[in-house]
């Protein structure tokens, strides 16, 4: 099913999904005004001009919350990454700023006793993000270093990465998690979300599904240590919290295997989207030449004429963020085969407002226009970047295997000749496809069918050891064993841990009872996305069904844009605001008690008790007015990452009702080409290194 769009026009929405009304909410830019406040107090605690050697995997963590020109204000010098080899610094203070990992604080022991050995002076700090760690101490104590540095933290925690999305960045949070049995990220996820709780009033009640989230909601209910934190005013909470929702990743592993098919989605599996920022070429990001108000339309960007990259040409970071380019925030959440139309709406739009020049006539208007006109210039570039992004794009949607990927997806979704897909996902290995791709499809298959049958898993495991390299067996070994288990052979060997084949998903049957194949309806009304499925063109998220069987019951049964779109329209096609249902209270699982026992992983519903006086408690002027429409925040947070298409299915969601807004967290934002990368130990390698702050 494709997405479809909003018009402009529309009384309630924006064309990205974002609802014009008076629902208040949370200010989450206050969590990045604590983090920089943070990391200004530890770089005044060393006096004097340091030199700042960094974690690479920091540094764009540190991008979003804070900017070059401030650390040089607090008396930052030079910065270098933190790699092996000698490290030379002029100032008398180096300050180490990393993760608390092993390989780190090795480097970091080594280029203390060579400095020590050149008889060179430094006062060495060491900032451990988030927080401090008794292994580490123990390391330098014993490679002999520990009384030359002196240890701190920062504690770096939710990053704000959209107006609805917090982030911990934690790039390898599920590979610790599911691979390495390193379960440190879930007391740093408790952390962080106390910090929630104490700066925007306390979770009444915690929910989630999962055996990593049940064991970080039972953190919760307990007293965790205190945390700086910022405060609101308790008496005037904007949008108090419901509840929390946590869900594992391992909880949904289809979704994150599957093709993003949203705009932004597409942009991060094809480009890749790091930290909020993508490599783009120059020449999209160079604004053009400012167009001439007697022939405007001859410079405005056309969707079939953008301009095209040169191959090979020089790249640069470009933030996609919603706040500063409106034109990303209409677009981010379409599927993909929507966005042209979008575009050309745009740019017509666009071109009837360089027009309205040619119709003034008197001083006045002529000054009206020329106001505006800083404006236009900014919607002119937004258009010629997007236009020319998605003519990026494109090409490779187009590709032989990028259909086939696709083809075998859907397959797999609907059960359809299973085998014939595991022989066509070996094709695509002697097509040339990514690795990533074909592990993907693997796993895909085997959760699907609840494993492949032996003699063709083999076959196709040694074809890819083959084709991609026999460094790339742990990968295989990783994905087969427990408590990850996405890569099983059917039936299982005897010898087979009980947990494996408890840990099944009966995809079959969920697939039916979530309703999570969506038929297109090529009479349903143009411009109304008729459920979250629209994200993958038909299917929908586990994770977002859950979410829904606590929070939208009635989306799970049903399509509710498809009854808005009988019941409610506005005269312009769309739902107006008033007519939207109120969102019903949390009320737990009720309803779906039959279909949770056959997902793996706890099911958990904690009710706290929330304190009188706190921020969830207090009653608003709002509530007070309106005793039964007060909106509140369900915070969702994701263990192990979520995709850009979760984001997208959720703010789905949030539109369809009044009176509750979703605050999306994450460990961070993950693809399964990522997850792939993480779990081979794909591009690990430390960065360039950086002699001087510019």
């Not at 479809?4 to 990205?16: G, H, K, L, M, R």
């Not at 963020?321 to 085969?337: C, G, H």
């Not at 495991?461 to 059917?490: C, H, M, R």
Request: aromatic fraction near 6%; charge should be neutral; hydrophobic fraction near 40%.
């Amino acid at each position: 099913m494709a997405a479809t769009s909003v018009a402009p026009s529309s009384d309630f929405q924006t064309s990205s999904g974002l609802e014009r009304d008076n629902e208040q909410t949370l200010d989450i830019e206050i969590l990045k005004d604590v983090a920089k406040k943070a990391l200004i107090n530890a770089l005044n605690s060393v006096n004097g001009a340091k030199t700042l050697v960094l974690d690479p995997t920091l540094a764009g963590p540190l991008g979003l919350v804070t900017e070059v020109a401030l650390l040089k204000h607090h008396g930052v010098d030079k910065m270098f990454w933190l790699e092996p080899g000698p490290l030379t610094s002029i100032t008398t203070n180096v300050i180490y700023l990393c993760r608390p990992l092993i390989k780190y604080v090795k480097i970091i022991a080594d280029q203390i006793k060579m400095h020590s050995k050149e008889s060179l002076k430094h006062r060495y700090t060491l900032f451990l993000v988030p927080r401090t760690s008794t292994l580490v101490s123990r390391i330098l104590e014993e490679e002999g270093v520990l009384g030359d540095v002196t240890i701190s933290s920062y504690n770096l925690q939710f990053i704000p990465v959209a107006e609805d999305v917090i982030s911990l960045e934690h790039d390898s949070a599920f590979k610790e998690l599911w691979v390495d049995g390193d379960e440190t990220i879930i007391y740093n996820s408790a952390l962080a979300l106390d910090v929630l709780q104490k700066t925007y009033g306390q979770f009444p009640r915690i929910l989630g599904k999962g055996n990593y989230a049940s064991k970080l909601a039972t953190l919760l209910t307990r007293s965790l240590p205190e945390q700086p934190s910022a405060s609101v005013d308790p008496l005037t909470p904007p949008a108090p919290f419901d509840s929390l929702i946590i869900l594992d990743r391992h909880v949904d592993m289809i979704t994150p295997l599957l093709t993003q098919l949203t705009y932004e989605g597409l942009i991060d599996e094809l480009i890749g989207i790091k930290n909020s920022q993508v490599e783009l070429p120059l020449s999209l990001l160079n604004p053009p030449s400012a167009p001439n108000p007697a022939n405007p339309s001859a410079s405005l960007p056309s969707t079939s004429a953008a301009i095209t990259p040169v191959l090979n040409e020089k790249t640069k970071k470009h933030l996609l963020s919603a706040a500063t380019d409106p034109l990303f925030a209409e677009l981010r959440d379409l599927n993909f085969s929507s966005v042209g139309k979008r575009l050309s709406r745009v740019a017509h739009q666009l071109d009837e407002d360089y027009k309205a020049r040619l119709q003034a006539k008197t001083v006045a208007q002529l000054r009206d226009f020329v106001g505006k006109l800083g404006g236009l210039q900014t919607e002119h570039q937004a258009l010629r970047l997007h236009t020319g992004l998605s003519e990026m794009l494109v090409p490779q949607t187009r590709t032989d295997l990028f259909s086939k990927s696709l083809e075998i997806q859907q397959n797999l979704l609907a059960s359809y000749e299973t085998a014939a897909q595991v022989s066509a996902i070996e094709d695509m290995i002697a097509q040339g496809a990514d690795m990533q791709t074909v592990a993907r499809l693997l796993c895909l298959a085997s959760i699907t069918t609840g494993g492949i049958k032996t003699r063709a898993l083999e076959s196709v495991k040694k074809e890819f050891l083959q084709a991609y390299g026999y460094n790339l067996l742990p990968l295989l070994l990783s994905l087969s064993a427990p408590p990850l288990s996405i890569l099983l052979q059917n039936p299982l060997p005897v010898s087979t841990s009980s947990l494996v084949a408890a840990n099944k998903l009966p995809f079959t049957a969920i697939r039916k009872s979530l309703r999570l194949l969506i038929d297109d309806n090529p009479e349903a009304l143009e411009e109304v996305e008729n459920d979250i499925s629209y994200v993958y063109s038909g299917y929908a998220p586990i994770s977002v069904r859950l979410i829904q069987c606590v929070a939208q019951k009635s989306g799970v049964i049903s399509n509710p844009a498809e009854k808005a779109s009988v019941d409610g329209l506005d005269g312009k096609g769309k739902v107006s605001a008033s007519k939207k249902p109120f969102a019903h209270p949390i009320v737990g699982w009720k309803g779906f008690e039959d279909v949770l026992p056959t997902i793996p992983g706890q099911t958990f519903d904690i009710v706290q008790k929330v304190p009188a006086g706190s921020a969830s408690s207090a009653p608003s002027i709002s509530s007070l007015l309106r005793p039964h429409e007060q909106t509140t925040t369900t915070v969702v947070f994701f263990l192990g990452g979520c995709t850009y298409t979760e984001i997208a299915a959720l703010r789905w969601v949030s539109r369809q009702n009044r009176g509750r807004k979703f605050l999306i967290a994450t460990t961070g934002i993950v693809s399964g080409a990522s997850l792939m990368k993480s779990i081979a130990n794909y591009g690990k390698g430390p960065g360039k290194r950086d002699t001087t702050i510019s």
